[in-house]
């Protein structure tokens, strides 16, 4: 669902543009910037969900709506970069590489409390996603009910994105990387796969942040540029190897 | 005696668009239903209505008596399978995980004993026990059918819908995943729909036909009945001879306008 992840990646920043450039926002003082990254990584869900509705609920359907989406949203940042100052180009940048520096208690603990209300669930019908990661028809024949199964992962989902998003800025590649390494190490049933994806992707924030404080210390680097440099050869290197294999 | 299976009067339309028809069919238990028919005749769509993947404009499908419809979609999977026409090829799962997942709809999070004996038995029932940890997408078109099969079997329906399950098998591999479905229908008293292109291998299998043109029923019956010369003119547009000296008729194509000349 690396898709989702990047199309709300995307939307969060058009948010955080807005709060950055215009000073507009659901939500004032600290929470200006988080409230409005939260609120559109939100809309996009929502609008990937009315057209996936509209079209029929299909994997295929969801990726192509998240890429219209991650498009119409990244114009948008676009012009608030455009017509912003190069102060506030500067903060919506910044922005956008990611960090956990800002991280406070209060924050991690709503963070907590989002992924322990919703993480047994998604362990709970971890079933239903191994049949789904077998297609939309297998999952039906298997009594998955498809429809309603992936517009509740999906909100899920985007909760979880959004809701660690809005307190990071974009830290990229995690998402994508961490399932996929599990998934070669371990398999694909998603019963040990969700847990050990999101253990996974823990180890390499801690790593790449270690990583982005000592590199060059004092100076932090922004934890989302290691990510990138580390996570993706990593990747690449595993991909290629499975491929020859 | 009801019917494992039975299709009364279906419709579906996409959009305005009417695809089937006033389809009328019975499948009794240990039946072999071969659906066949030129492309684009509606066999996918018939299977994926009686599935409940896709919702009939009218019309009712009814499993041991009960109407789909009013069943959960888990009973669904209780009481009938369904192998795609092309599966396996995007999952990252081994062979025993697959076959695995035909057991899901008796599942809450746990695998029980009893649940892996189910699925070593179909292993060794499709010979694929030595294929157990291989990945699925690694595997020849043939093993992989035979996967899918398998994973029907641990779902342990009455009823089986497989949706062109041959088309990229050599002739050995056709007839060996026809073999299989054979002895499932004999020894367990499956119900088995099968959507089939090659009519000489429907019609050694299958014990009724039931033939689609432009998504109504043209012909249904024996094998015997049904395979003529004259309905493979009208349905497929084609001239050939159907012979009859095997114990089941067979057709040969013949080139246009040689039929008087070669045959």
């Known amino acids: 669902m690396w898709y989702s992840f990047v199309e709300k990646n995307s939307a969060a920043t058009t948010g955080a543009s807005i709060a950055i450039v215009l000073g507009a926002g659901v939500a004032g003082g600290e929470f200006l910037v988080i409230g409005n990254a939260f609120l559109f990584a939100l809309l996009a869900a929502l609008a990937i969900y009315g057209m996936a509705r509209y079209r029929g609920i299909g994997s295929e359907t969801m990726v192509l709506a998240g890429i219209a989406v991650m498009y119409l949203f990244s114009a948008v940042t676009s012009l608030l970069q455009y017509v912003g100052s190069a102060e506030q180009l500067q903060a919506v940048v910044f922005w956008t590489f990611g960090s956990v520096d800002k991280s406070t208690w209060p924050k991690l603990a709503i963070v907590s409390l989002v992924l322990a209300c919703t993480v047994p669930y998604l362990l709970y019908r971890a079933w239903d996603l191994n049949a789904l990661a077998e297609g939309d028809e297998v999952a039906a024949s298997l009594g998955v009910p498809v429809e309603r199964s992936m517009m509740v992962m999906m909100m899920i989902a985007s909760l979880i994105t959004a809701v660690i998003i809005c307190f990071t800025g974009t830290i990229g590649f995690i998402g994508l990387v961490a399932p996929h390494i599990t998934r070669m190490v371990i398999g694909g049933d998603f019963r040990t796969l969700l847990p050990a994806s999101g253990l996974v992707g823990a180890l390499l924030l801690l790593s790449a942040d270690s990583i982005a404080r000592s590199v060059l210390a004092p100076q932090v680097l922004p934890v989302g540029i290691v990510t990138a440099f580390l996570g993706v050869p990593f990747f690449i290197y595993l991909f290629l190897r499975r491929r020859n294999a | ?263």
């Open chain 2, 1 to 263: 005696m009801t019917a494992r299976l039975s299709v009364e009067d279906l419709t579906f339309a996409y959009r305005d668009r009417e695809v089937l028809r006033g389809i009328t069919f019975p499948v009794a238990a240990g039946e072999v239903l071969g659906l066949v028919g030129p492309n684009g005749c509606g066999k996918t769509t018939l299977i994926r209505c009686v599935d409940g993947m896709l919702t009939p404009s009218g019309g009712r499908v009814l499993l041991s008596g009960r109407e789909i419809r009013t069943m959960h979609r888990r009973e669904v999977a209780r009481a009938m399978a369904y192998v795609p026409q092309s599966a396996g090829n995007r999952t990252s799962s081994t062979v025993f995980e697959t076959v695995l997942m035909g057991r899901r709809p008796y599942l809450s999070w746990t695998v029980s004993p009893e649940d892996e004996e189910k699925v070593a038995k179909a292993l060794d029932l499709l010979d694929l026990r030595g294929l157990a940890l291989r990945k699925v997408a690694e595997l020849s078109g043939g093993e992989r059918q035979r996967v899918m099969i398998a994973r029907a079997v641990v779902q342990e329906t009455g009823v089986i819908l497989l949706d062109e399950p041959t088309s990229n098998l050599d002739v050995c591999h056709q007839m060996a995943v026809m073999e299989v479905l054979s002895g499932l229908a004999e020894e367990r008293g499956i119900a088995v729909v099968i959507a089939l292109h090659d009519l000489n291998l429907a019609a050694t299998y299958c014990h009724r036909l039931l033939v689609m043109k432009a998504g109504s029923v043209y012909g249904y019956g024996a094998p015997d009945e049904v395979l003529t010369e004259e309905m493979l003119e009208r349905v497929y547009g084609i001239q050939a001879v159907v012979k009859r000296d095997l114990s089941a008729p067979y057709m040969v194509p013949v080139r246009p306008g040689r039929l008087q000349g070669g045959a």
